[in-house]
């Protein structure tokens, strides 16, 4: 007997909002991401103002592609897909709104903030603890209307694309509180909870998984139903779903360590991050030709129709992405991309290529739906298509090419034996393919700028639709699966909270693998009875080089190396960073290591240097700092900042809080006095007298022999 039909209604209002967002943030993003393209290459972009220099802008535009465009375009799409799969409305339209614009308001504060140097110097977790609680609590708000949605469904067959939206639910959860464990000292600032080879071992455990999970996971849904809606045929394999879907979550959570291949970190766990990033080629292949044989039999259409061709280049690029992932991962590939342009290429064929191009098929997809009417533009689409493809080419390959350039002057010995370059050499000689990146990106931006003006024009034409309505029957209580039907597979697909469940055991796995054993087995961080705990002076100094992000051009790690060793020093030891909260290691060299500045160069040197680069580095790509010159240090938070070190396990005296400020006063006057020698005169209690206490200090806690000894 024929169950009777239900009525009920998919309410548009949120996605037509998401839709907006991602628009507006998409533009903010890229236009800031041009901003710091160019400042690599002329320097005079940073306008010597401390809100716009590369340091602290360049977090802003990670930021903003990443949790605002990309967020947004993942709100957008579930806020769309999920209710039609579900065959039910949204659980809560309130709870909609609560999230839009709890959302949105992160993504302001996260700017502001970020601009001001409030940030906790963790690469894609800079946001400092207020704002992470909001980001969990809104989260918890999108993951409460999501599966409340899917429990009222009509639908008994969860939708492969639900499954991606579950574990990336789930796996975002645990990465962010995980990773956001951090004891404040102040409205809005706060020390990472881990210290040193541990919290790089979370970092990049969420950092990596991060990509996986909000860049990856969820996109593998939209791709999952865009695509074949928009080809109008089916998905080409059930099965590959399901190995891609398992596979994936499994395998994805273990590959964190091979951001730190030849780092102090354990080699086990390098190797572990080795091993499970080469085994996730399967899975993501399996997700890629399922996706583009979807399109097999229909790709006269694909000729005619722009989203289309967005669809087969983004699954293009996650193919490759997804092969060069864990070719960067092999210790012999890594050992020559790590710290270089490579690892920027090989990210923004991903974001570009992926991200992007699902994202502007998506919103070619869902306007004229939502404003009933057809795009104002096939043939302006179909030119963003091409424009945005041209932008992805001149912007990755003169950065693989500046990205290989730099690994091979790096290591580029004389036959005396001597390096061959100066570092500053190495920077200079791939300017122009900074510039070449730079073009290519405005191309990329022009292309969006069509798809703004034929969305705006398309929705000129047209008239909102708010609400469509649908009808099914109610879910069946005795359902039978239809021949064909995966049966192991079944029963865990018709119960969502149990798969839920299992997505966390399986996420977790990895991370509890890897993460518990260098936390509780001291083996793994060996302690050095030289290093100690920052000065008062030092300390304030470390925060001031987080403040202004020089973690995104300078790292703090001498790998084992022959060229690394001969050019900067001894290699770094785990015991060295014991007391770092957080850890500074950095990815990018855009500038050398600093690990071992300390006593390199006299203070006259560093003052000068901050002041204006070029005097002492002709040449010099970096900003200039005067601000730090001006600016008196704020100390009112330094014994605040002693006590929460204390917390966190830093053997400072009992009390020390107490005398902290004179010890720093005291340090600082001898910095000052030393200038004086130099013809310098700058009052102790500025910034620059601190950051200069810091400097001096990397690198010395341990002695370093007088003969370099070559590890490799």
Known sequence: MQQPLERFAYDNRHVKAFAYATIVWGLVGMLVGLLIAFQIAFP??????????????????????????????????????????????MFSPKLGWIHFWGWQSIIVAA????????????????????????????????????????????????????WFWIAT????????IVNSFELPFSALKSYSWYAGVQDALVQWWYGHNAVAFFLTTPFIGVMYYFVPKAANRPV???????????????????????????????????????????????????GMLNGLMTLRGAWDKVR???????????????????????????????????????????????????????????????????????????KMAAQHFWIGTLGIILYAIPMYWAGFSQALMWKEFTPEGTLKYQFLQTVTNIRPMYI??????????????????????????????????????????NFVPHAGYNFWHAWIERRPVQMLIVSLVVVAIGG????????????????????????????????????????????????????????????????????????????????PDLHRIGGKYPDSWHYN???????????????????????????????????????????????????????????????AEGLKKDKITTAPNKEIVALIAYLQRLGKDIKVKDETVVIK
Not at 241 to 270: K, V
Not at 320 to 330: A, I, K, R, V, Y
Not at 541 to 549: A, K, L
Not at 610 to 619: A, E, I, N, V
């Open 236 to 286: 080409y394999s059930y099965r590959w779903s399901i190995i891609h879907f398992w596979a994936l979550i499994f395998l994805y959570i273990w590959a964190g360590p091979h951001h730190l291949l030849y780092t102090s970190l354990p080699d086990w766990a390098q190797s572990l991050g080795t091993v499970f990033s080469v085994m996730l080629i399967l899975p993501s292949w399996a």
């Open 111 to 162: 700017a502001v903030t970020l601009l001001a140097g409030y940030t906790s110097g963790k690469e894609y977790a800079e946001l400092e603890w207020p704002i992470d609680i909001a980001i969990t609590l809104v989260w918890v708000v999108f993951g409460l209307n999501m599966f409340m949605t899917i429990l009222k469904r009509r639908e008994r067959h969860m939708y492969v694309a639900v």
């Open 304 to 378: 005619e129709e722009p989203i289309l061709k967005f669809f087969v280049v983004a699954l293009t690029c996650y193919g490759m992405s997804t092969f060069e992932g864990p070719m960067l991962s092999l210790k012999s590939v890594n050992a020559i991309s790590h710290f270089t342009d490579w690892t920027v290429a090989h990210v923004h064929v991903g974001a570009l290529g992926w991200n992007g191009f699902l994202t502007f098929g998506a919103l070619y997809f869902l306007v004229p739906r939502l404003w009933n009417t057809p795009l104002y533009s096939k």
């Open 169 to 176: 639910w789930v796996t975002v959860a645990m990465l962010h």
């Open 44 to 89: 005079a972009l940073n306008f010597d103002f401390a809100y716009t220099t590369f340091g602290r802008v360049r977090p802003v535009h990670t930021n903003a592609v990443i949790f605002a465009f990309v967020g947004n375009a993942i709100y957008m799409t579930v806020y769309y897909a999920l209710p039609r799969l579900m065959k039910t409305s």
């Open 512 to 591: 509890l693998l890897e993460l518990i054993p260098t936390f509780l087995i001291k083996s793994n961080v060996p302690t050095i009875a030289s290093v100690k705990p920052y000065t008062p002076l030092e300390l304030e100094g470390r925060d001031i080089y987080i403040r202004e992000g020089c973690y995104t051009c300078h790292s703090q790690m001498v790998r084992p190396f022959r060229d690394e060793v001969t050019r900067y020093g001894e290699y770094s030891k785990a015991g060295e960073f014991v007391y770092d909260h957080p850890f500074q290691w950095g990815s990018k060299r855009t500038g």
């Open 609 to 671: 240097h901050m002041m204006k680069p070029t005097l002492m580095s002709p040449g010099s790509l970096m900003p200039n700092y005067p601000w730090l010159l001006d600016d008196d240090l704020n100390t009112s938070l330094t014994a605040a900042k002693i006590r929460a070190m204390q917390t966190l396990g830093v053997p400072y005296p009992e009390g020390y809080d107490q005398i902290a400020v004179a010890d720093l006063n005291k340090q600082a006057a001898q910095i």
């Open 436 to 477: 070449l990146r730079g073009i290519g990106g405005t191309l990329y931006f022009v292309g969006f700028l069509m798809l703004v003006v034929n969305i705006w024009k398309t929705i000129a034409a047209g008239k909102f639709v708010p609400t469509e309505y649908g009808e099914a029957p109610a879910l069946e209580k």
